[in-house]
Structures are given as C-alpha cells and as structure tokens.
C-alpha cells in the first residue's frame, strides 16, 4: 500500500516550453504533498509543500511564478515548470504521507528526469 | 531550523563486512523522527529504517540498524554482511512537526566484490 505515482519519468523539452509533472497517490487520500528538487550527486532540496484546496507554501528561494503548483483533488498534485531554461533541468521528486493515527512516513514518486535542450 | 550533517561523502566496504554510516543532526524539537533512505541508480528514494525520537531502544530491519543516541544527536546506520545490492546513495533525513524533511547530504557507498 501506499503507492506514489509520478509520470512523466523522463522529459526532453526545447527552451522556453512550459512542462507539467503529476503526482498522484494511487490508494489513499493525500492532502499534503512534497516537492524536491535534486541535482546529480546531490540532496533533495525542498521546493514547495502542496496543500490541497490551498495556496502551495514555497520554501525560500524557490520562484512562485517558474514553478506552479496545483493539488486540485485528494490524489493528484501537479507540479509545471514555465517556460523552462536549460538551467531548470533537474530531477524532480514528489511524495506524500498517507493519513492516519500517529505519524505516517512520506512514499516517493520515481521521479522525473526533466531535460531542456 | 532543522539541519542534518553526513561529514563522509563516500564510503567503500567489502562484501559480508560491515560498514556504518554517520549522521548528526540539530533540532529543538522535543518529537520528531530519523530516517534513512537508500537512493540507488535508478533514484528511486527507498525508506531503509526509521526511529521515532521518544524511543530509547535502537531501530532493526534486518541486516540494517542504528545507533541512536539522543543527548549527542547522533544517528548511525550499520549494514551488516553487506552486499552489492546495498551499494547506493544514502541519506539521513529528520522529520519535525511541520511534516517537512530535512535531508542530509547523504554519502555514496560502494561495495567491492
């Protein structure tokens, strides 16, 4: 149980294309999700805690603006890089925590390789 | 603010050995939890152990456990009999109240055959 689906895995795109990832929890309800960013070699950065109903909180630093999020139902979190620049390529990872009593740890997407050419 | 140090960026043990992985930590949280992901090629980010911060007695799963110790905010991962499938990237992370986690830099163990 507890399965996080993210699609695209891998995304090659020209500059100056906007770029949608989704996150979706397959068999419960998440009305939190995660956004991390990773380079290669390197930690996840968190990016932006997506609420569902709500405004996203991003962390410091990170564009509002580049990188919009949406949690428009209990299971699905979308994550659109615009008008993305070869300096946005990264890998990009979402998670979630199903709820529960007491504390649920988070489940991870597979990630999705994003590339601008 | 939460922050998480892994010091060693790259680790090497020989199959069956035993390897342990360090990690430090600071928070001034009361509660809070301890992860360890393991993250090989294919990054795909895999929850190894968890301990929860009240509990005194350290954390195992199978051949993986920790040695956690509270007062100094420490959280080491031992692998035992290690074997090449345990060769990935590793990181610490630390969950607070807020839900959020805080990563280490995490360290890329390799095992020799």
């Known amino acids: 149980g507890a399965v996080v689906s993210q699609h695209p895995s891998w995304v090659i795109c020209k500059s100056g294309t906007s770029v949608k990832i989704e996150c979706r929890s397959l068999?419960?309800?998440?009305?939190?999700m995660f956004w991390y960013r990773q380079f290669p070699k390197k930690s996840l950065m968190l990016m932006a805690t997506?609420?569902?109903?709500?405004?996203?909180?991003?962390e410091q630093g990170v564009e509002k603006d580049k990188f919009l999020i949406n949690h428009a139902s209990l299971t699905l979190s979308t994550l659109t890089v615009t008008s993305a620049h070869p300096e946005d390529s990264s890998f990009y990872i979402c998670?979630?925590?199903?709820?529960?009593?007491?504390?649920?740890?988070?489940?991870f997407g597979d990630g999705t390789r994003l590339s601008i050419l | 603010a939460q922050t998480v140090t892994q010091s060693q960026p790259e680790m090497s043990v020989q199959e069956a050995e035993t390897v342990t992985l360090s990690c430090t930590y600071d928070t001034s949280e009361s509660d809070y939890y301890l992860f360890w992901y393991k993250q090989p090629p294919s990054r795909q980010m895999i929850l190894v152990i968890r301990?929860?911060?009240?509990?005194?007695q350290n954390a195992t799963e199978n051949r993986f456990s920790v040695n956690f110790q509270k007062a100094a905010k420490s959280f080491s991962l031992k692998i035992s009999d290690s074997q090449l499938g345990d060769a990935a990237m590793y990181f610490c992370?630390?969950?607070?109240?807020?839900?959020?986690?805080?990563f280490g830099k995490g360290i890329t163990l390799s095992v020799r055959p």
């Open positions: 997506s609420n569902e109903g709500s405004k996203a909180t991003y």
């Open positions: 301990q929860e911060a009240y509990k005194q």
């Open positions: 998670s979630a925590f199903p709820p529960g009593q007491g504390y649920q740890p988070q489940h």
């Open positions: 992370a630390l969950c607070g109240a807020n839900s959020k986690l805080t």
């Open positions: 068999d419960f309800q998440a009305t939190t």
